[in-house]
């Protein structure tokens, strides 16, 4: 026993240690797209220093354990002539005070109050109680960030902080994966502490935002792009819990401070998956919508070593449980039948296969929602038609020729200039100046960002397409993703069906998830449960004399 003290109190000597070299003092840039920066600091910056004070502290008082513990195996084993004469506790007391979970919560507490401390108007949820709130989101558990700014988003059903996701009361998290666009390391360890949760991880990336000495129990991967102007765009996690099982987290938030804040974010929670038995076929463990297979050729596309493990953790999983479907995009020229695996080609194959849609479905319109602009070409006929929207009008009973109405929902400039991220002098958006005087046919489909709930201010990074009823009482189907509106994020037709970037998201189909043919988007029709959509109907089209929030580079 007195052995096993010592190795737990070696392993928490451990831990502080690598959590001070994680969390180091670094301030820095960031934006999503590399070629055009925005200024924006993480909290943890200006508490760092302190944070390792703290750290040292631990150890101090672990150190202090461990000689209480030596000087007990040289002593008497009776309990009485075990105890310190100067704290008047045993070794064993002494452990119990110091294990790794009220460690964890110790730092947790002085870190918070460091933070106020330094100007840093910190609100954070008590660790133990997502589980309720997931719970309660059922079937859809989609949620949307909660706005700092916005008071009202506290306690929404739906609203959710970076550290709720790794919430304790989900399991204990032994190991993460981190694939994603651009990552504040120090940042995000600093949210695995809020939760007391250990930052064991492995992040494969486009850009790493810092440049601070990391400790053994996190690698950092940075992913080369086979072409010159693809991204690595991907918002995933998979989260590794003590029962082996794991859970998979897909969003549309890159891992710094600004995009968890006051912008909004779209994030789907897998249900917990259980690791399957040792004589399950590799078979076993699929889901109604082939999620398992999706999201095991969309990691075996990276052919990267870090990534073995993560493989066989999603093999061994069960995924039984998992009610959407994996639309993912990955970089490449395919043809014949890889092309309906990937891009706006795989989720034409999905809907074709799954939805359907009344009589009346070419009056449903298609609402895309995305935080970057691509080139589309002339006219909309061109790309933005003939492929895209094609390619979301499937549905099992009809290939339409005429296509419905479509509308674009994407920030003017009256509403940036109303927003948080323009109080803070960020931005989150890319379309370039240029490339919209080519395309200037595009106003005419164009849409303000409207959201309830205190939201108007909370830029939207999220990515997000849907087909709506003609009363605006229903939707079709919906899809959550990284991939915004442009060529490379879904594809394009040249000869090979041609994608350049890395991307992930999850479609919503009814078959699956309430065995309807529709979702409820309002409270007049209880068939199933409302489906939470992110921003408010009527859309409000651009008047005369509005434009679309365009960037110069």
């Not at 920066?37 to 461990?66: D, F, L, T, Y």
């Not at 709130?133 to 949307?144: E, G, R």
């Not at 998830?513 to 408010?536: K, V």
Request: with cysteine.
């Amino acid at each position: 026993m007195t052995q096993e003290r010592q190795d737990e109190l070696k392993q928490m000597d451990i831990e502080a240690e690598a959590l001070s070299r994680a969390l180091s003092n670094k301030e820095h840039e960031s934006s999503e797209n590399i070629k055009t920066r925005n200024k924006s600091q993480s909290p943890a910056g200006s508490v760092i220093n302190k944070i390792k004070e703290i750290n040292i502290e631990s150890n101090k008082h672990s150190k202090e354990s461990q000689q209480i513990s030596d000087d007990s195996q040289s002593s008497s084993t009776s309990k009485k002539q075990s105890q310190s004469t100067d704290k008047g506790m045993s070794p064993t007391d002494t452990y119990e005070a110091r294990d790794p979970e009220k460690f964890r919560k110790e730092v947790r507490e002085k870190i918070i109050e460091l933070m106020r401390q330094s100007g840093y108007d910190v609100s954070v949820v008590e660790p133990g109680e997502f589980a309720l709130k997931y719970a309660l989101s059922a079937p859809y558990h989609l949620f949307f960030t909660r706005v700092e700014k916005a008071k009202e988003t506290y306690n929404q059903k739906f609203s959710i902080t970076f550290p709720e996701i790794l919430d304790r009361s989900l399991g204990q998290i032994v190991s993460s994966l981190h694939l994603n666009c651009m990552v504040d390391v120090g940042w995000l360890c600093l949210q695995y502490l809020l939760a007391g949760q250990r930052p064991n991880m492995v992040i494969l990336c486009s850009q790493r935002l810092g440049e601070e000495e990391l400790g053994d129990n996190i690698t950092v991967v940075h992913v080369e792009m086979p072409f010159e102007f693809g991204c690595h765009h991907t918002k995933v996690m998979i989260l590794q819990y003590k029962d082996v099982g794991i859970r998979v987290v897909v969003s549309t938030a890159n891992l710094y401070a600004s995009d968890w804040k006051n912008r909004t974010q779209g994030i789907w929670i897998s249900p917990h998956l259980p690791r399957l038995s040792e004589a399950a076929k590799w078979s076993s463990g699929e889901s109604p919508t082939n999620f398992k297979k999706d999201l095991q050729r969309y990691l075996n596309s990276y052919q990267n070593p870090a990534l073995k493990r993560w493989r066989d953790l999603v093999r061994k999983a069960d995924f039984s449980a998992v009610n959407v479907c994996f639309i993912a995009s990955t970089p490449g020229h395919f043809r014949r039948i890889d092309v309906n695996l990937w891009g706006y080609k795989k989720l034409a194959n999905v809907l074709s296969q799954h939805v359907m849609l009344p009589p009346d479905a070419p009056k449903w319109s298609i609402i895309a929602q995305s935080s970057a602009v691509g080139s589309f070409g002339p006219k909309y006929e061109g790309w933005l038609s003939k492929e895209i929207v094609r390619s979301m009008t499937r549905e099992t009973e009809r290939d339409l020729k005429d296509y419905p109405e479509f509308q674009f929902i994407y920030p003017s400039v009256k509403n940036y200039e109303q927003s948080f991220d323009y109080q803070d002098g960020s931005s989150c958006f890319l379309y370039m100046k240029e490339v919209h005087s080519k395309q200037q046919w595009i106003k005419s489909y164009l849409y303000q960002w409207k959201a309830k709930s205190g939201c108007d201010q909370a830029m939207p990074h999220i990515k997000s397409y849907t087909r709506i009823s003609p009363d605006l009482k229903r939707i079709a189907w919906f899809v959550l993703t990284s991939a915004n509106l442009s060529k490379g994020a879904w594809g394009v037709q040249r000869g090979d069906y041609y994608i350049t970037n890395y991307e992930v998201g999850v479609a919503f189909l009814p078959k699956f998830i309430t065995g309807t043919t529709t979702f409820p988007i309002t409270d007049e029709d209880l068939t199933a449960p409302i489906f939470p959509i992110p921003y408010d109907f009527p859309l409000c089209p651009y008047d005369s004399n509005d434009s679309p929030f365009t960037t110069h580079e």
